[in-house]
């Protein structure tokens, strides 16, 4: 079968490779003539762990082509996938223009039947406004199905997600575009992938209810080691014990600095603002976006309280730019904005990011990048670990001491373990854990011993 992605981002990437190496015959579509030139000759500029070899490979055997030329794309395709942007509106609305662009297209090229599908997060009811769209510039009428499939994709493993999910949504109308959907999966149902096939609308709100919950549960955890810290409970033993409950699950209650990237912010935000457009004000959506900008507050408190109130004039060093490990995606990283709130109060910082500092350049400027964590850490009067990558698990903890200015640890990912900080000789500052020193935030009351 011949399929092409319209948009050659992260999602739209990830699925033509993907479905290539599913066996399909994959065109990926972009109007950028340089990111296509690149991706032609199998460079890829996206940070993402077995991404390029999978391009490389379908390239190679001739599955896998990349294009500026829509209407040729199109014309030889069966299913064509919308994968642009959907950035957020200043008012927290999705920016549909992308999209529009696309349907546009598609119409004014479709010359026989296509099943159009999109994989970008969309509003519901944008289904509708596609296929309105579509209808709107056909030169003449053609038959086609506009269908819903959402991705569920998570930076750093997205190709494990693609090819291994944990269920795969199809919104469509018509008995003959579910067929064509499925047979694009089919060789999921080899490892017996549960399918939702559903409505259009249904599959639209699937897509924003998941992003919203997973970010619920880190608001809730987050508030939860904040309460740790004030009555000197445990929230690593908090959370297992809370975790192992089926009905809660132990997955995404990993206090930190707040949720991040391309995601879970611009869609809890776009969730706020269709509801609110649909004549229902949500209450806990708004509460969960409200808890994890105060996080990012809460941190810098933290850091301050390690210093002694105060961080003008000393050096601080950062690890982890990205707004989680294994990507060098920056979008909405709490780390960026915690390093801006340091710089603003008057400190000198250092970082260091295995992937993301070409980009953090572009926003930080006035950060001293460095070629190691040790290099970060040499002079600093405190370290501040912001994001767990792997290496960043096993540093050589007396050299660290060793290089640092004052021996202060602010580990805001909870990596290490608070009782051995304390033998090395660190004033540790952790997220809600037992026996890490615990600065008194603004508004709370000491913290017990």
Known sequence: MH??????????????????????????VDNVEEKIAELQEGRVSIHEPGLPELVAKNLREGRLSFTTDAAKAIEQSLVVFIAVGTPARADGAADLRYIDEVADTIGQCMQDYKVIATKSTVPVGTAMRIKERIRAVQRQPVAFSVVSNPEFLREGSAIEDFMRPNRVVIGAEDPHAIAIMKELYSPLYLIETPFVITDILTAEMIKYAANAFLAMKISFINEIATLCDAVGADVHDVAKGIGLDQRIGRKFLHPGPGYGGSCFPKDVQGLIHFAREAGVELELAPAVDRVNRQQRQRMVHKILGALEGTVAGKTIGVLGLSFKPNTDDIRESPALDIVAALLAQGAHVKAYDPAAMPAARRVLPDVEYCPDAYAVCKGSDAVVLLTEWNQFRALDL???????????????????????????????????????????LPGMPQPAT
């Not at 399929?3 to 990926?28: D, H, P, Q, W």
């Not at 990596?415 to 026996?435: D, H, I, K, N, S």
């Open 3 to 28: 399929i092409s992605v319209i948009g050659t981002g992260y999602v739209g990437l990830v699925t033509g490779a993907c479905f290539a190496e599913f066996g399909m015959y994959v065109t990926c």
């Open 398 to 440: 007396q050299r660290i001491r060793a290089l640092l200015a004052q021996p202060v640890m602010v580990d805001l990912r909870n990596v290490y373990e608070p009782e051995t900080m304390q033998r090395l000789g660190f004033r540790y500052v952790a997220v809600g854990r037992r026996g890490a020193f615990r600065p008194p």
